[in-house]
């Protein structure tokens, strides 16, 4: 469902459960924020929600803006992509939908939550009629690896299927392309702050797009903060 004012606090929760840290952590999108973001781009924020005695409970978060900056272009860092957490580089006529996070609670993840989130994201390009979908995902396994290959050479490996990503692997099976790997993406100790880009397309722009390039481009994003 679409998210309304009243989430906020909610979709803060939520983000600070799923990455670890204490409510109140800076990065994570704030009440304020969050009003923002549906100021600026309303129907590009979605929510799971769970029936509680108390109402509604937020245990799924999605957001995203709208950008003419193609992923085709020079990767940018998640912080350069956005502005900050209020979204003033959304462009309201952008062609594309940029993932600036998404988040499930602990407790219900694995329940298909995400999946939700992923529909509606996509159901939100084919309805606006953009060209597609990209973001960042974090390499959050990579840090199991590091002492025995590089960022590069692991994200060549979770392409192949050799390595299990238990963020970029699970995008791809939702039918993101990856495309190369974005270095200081954003901060993110597990995954040595790297990104892949990764690229959904619905099936009639993709029939009309033009192939794109294999392997594993080089990226020279500014520094980040975090995804």
């Known amino acids: 469902m679409q998210a309304r004012p009243e989430h906020g606090a909610g979709i803060h929760e939520v983000i600070c459960r799923a990455n670890g840290?204490?409510?109140?952590?800076?990065?994570?999108?704030s009440e304020a924020e969050v009003a923002q973001m549906l100021r600026r781009f309303p129907e590009g924020q979605f929510v799971v929600v769970t029936d509680t005695p108390g109402g509604e409970r937020v245990i799924g978060v999605a957001l995203a803006m709208r950008t003419d900056y193609?992923?085709?272009?020079?990767?940018?860092s998640w912080s350069a992509m956005i502005g900050d957490l209020t979204l003033?580089?959304?462009?309201?006529?952008?062609?594309?939908?940029?993932?600036?996070?998404?988040?499930?609670?602990?407790?219900?993840?694995g329940r298909g939550v995400a999946s939700a989130l992923y529909k509606a994201q996509f159901a939100l390009v084919e309805a606006l009629g953009l060209e597609g979908m990209y973001a960042g995902g974090m390499?959050?396994?990579?840090g199991r690896y590091r002492d025995v290959m590089s960022v590069r050479e692991y994200a060549a490996k979770v392409i192949a299927g050799e390595i299990f990503d238990p963020t970029v692997s699970v995008q791809m099976k939702r039918g993101f392309k990856p495309c190369g790997v974005i270095e200081d993406y954003a901060w993110d100790s597990d995954a040595d702050h790297a990104g892949?880009?990764?690229?959904?397309?619905?099936?009639?722009?993709?029939?009309?797009?033009?192939?794109a390039p294999q392997g594993l481009p080089a990226a020279g994003p500014q520094p980040s903060a975090r995804l």
């Open 70 to 76: 193609p992923p085709s272009a020079r990767p940018l």
């Open 196 to 211: 892949m880009l990764i690229v959904w397309r619905p099936e009639r722009a993709a029939r009309a797009a033009h192939p």
């Open 139 to 142: 390499l959050k396994g990579y």
């Open 88 to 109: 003033p580089n959304h462009d309201p006529e952008g062609r594309w939908l940029y993932g600036v996070d998404k988040a499930v609670h602990p407790e219900f993840q």
């Open 21 to 29: 840290f204490p409510i109140g952590t800076r990065g994570c999108a």
